[in-house]
């Protein structure tokens, strides 16, 4: 189940299709490659990965509308995205340690992120995010591509240990041209690593397009490594939950690092501080629209007679019960005054941090000076 890159770029399109096990249209579709790993999913499990993908885009709509409304300093939005990163965490196990960046919402929705959790790190509040030892999951990480590091050295102590648990990085596109994420596999394949690398392609780094940071498939670098990999339709939950299992199986039996390359697409900004109008073609994002992860469970659901009026009206209870919730803590939070930001940062007292609250205080105060004139 390995990826082989090709080598005329006139063919790679079609020769590396990713895998796929439920078409836009919502019909299903057979893979022998994949087929295995999702023979247990009845019509209730894929009610439960439609429910979270639900809850997940509800969520994302919410965090943009505060960030709108000024609650939020920023969001960094995952529309589009909710099939790889909802699949990817409900195959783990609840010991596996996962290491998100800044967009995995479905991930933490998935690890049991309370609505809390969710916004007051983008609020900038002090001790907002979870504890990482709860939910099995590092803060989200900012830095792109740094989280590899984190998981591959994660993965190396929990060989040290005698355990049987994977760790996994997500990331972007982007960042597989960061050193970091490249070293990670190195030590990750040197070490033989129990690590999942999840690449989540979603066409665009910011305003770079994918065909910039690379002119093959993504899935076909993590070979040149030593590391096996797959490219699925990152928009097809059915096809990431199996991709996911595989590369858990793989890992956890002590062969290594697997690489997954989920192509989807970023329907929205970002973050709520860019315009992707500026860059992007409408064509394209309608294009994308219409391989919505949802509306493809949907349909298939429909077609099995898993899907109806009160099956909706139920996610849609459970979505609103969760982003009343989110949307309480982030207007009822409490801000500290912007000098506490130093009251913690040593045990003793220190004479630099008092010269840089002296130098804070007259920048805040240089505000003050313009609210008056």
């Known amino acids: 189940m390995t990826y082989t890159p090709t080598t005329d770029t006139a063919q790679h399109t079609d020769l590396d299709a990713p895998l796929q096990l439920l078409t836009p249209e919502g019909e299903r579709r057979h893979d022998a490659r994949l087929e295995p790993w999702i023979a247990d999913l009845d019509a209730e499990a894929l009610q439960g990965l439609y429910r979270d993908m639900a809850i997940a885009r509800r969520v994302d709509a919410e965090g943009v509308a505060l960030q709108r409304q000024g609650q939020l300093g920023?969001?960094?939005p995952a529309q589009g995205q909710e099939a790889i990163q909802i699949a990817s965490a409900r195959a783990c196990r609840?010991?596996?340690?996962?290491f998100p960046s800044y967009r995995e919402l479905g991930v933490l929705l998935v690890r049991g992120a309370a609505p809390a959790d969710l916004v007051l790190s983008w609020r900038?509040?002090?001790l907002s995010t979870y504890d990482p030892h709860e939910l099995h999951a590092a803060p989200p990480q900012i830095i792109i591509g740094a989280q590899a590091l984190h998981a591959v050295g994660y993965a190396m102590g929990v060989q040290r240990d005698g355990g049987d648990q994977v760790?996994?990085?997500y990331f972007g596109d982007g960042a597989t041209s960061q050193g970091d994420v490249n070293e990670a596999m190195v030590f990750g394949s040197s070490f033989g690593a129990p690590v999942v690398f999840v690449c989540s392609n979603n066409q665009w780094a910011i305003s770079e397009p994918v065909t910039v940071q690379s002119k093959f498939p993504i899935a076909g670098r993590a070979p040149g490594f030593g590391i096996p990999s797959l490219r699925v339709d990152g928009?097809?939950?059915?096809?990431?939950?199996?991709a996911m299992r595989w590369a858990l199986d793989h890992a956890r039996r002590g062969e290594g690092p697997a690489f997954l390359e989920a192509v989807t697409y970023r329907m929205g900004p970002h973050t709520t501080s860019d315009d992707p109008t500026r860059y992007r073609d409408a064509a394209e994002l309608e294009k994308w629209r219409a391989r919505d992860p949802l509306l493809r469970l949907e349909a298939h659901l429909r077609e099995i007679d898993a899907f109806d009026d009160a099956f909706r009206a139920d996610v849609d209870a459970d979505a609103l019960s969760y982003t009343t919730q989110m949307r309480a803590a982030a207007v009822g939070a409490t801000t500290r005054p912007p000098l506490a930001l130093l009251d913690s940062v040593y045990a003793e007292p220190h004479s630099g941090i008092d010269e840089e609250r002296e130098h804070f205080a007259a920048y805040l105060a240089g505000f003050a000076d313009e609210e008056t004139r």
């Open 74 to 76: 920023l969001w960094a």
């Open 124 to 126: 900038g509040e002090v």
């Open 235 to 242: 928009n097809d939950v059915l096809a990431c939950t199996a």
């Open 94 to 98: 609840p010991d596996d340690f996962l």
């Open 167 to 169: 760790a996994v990085a």
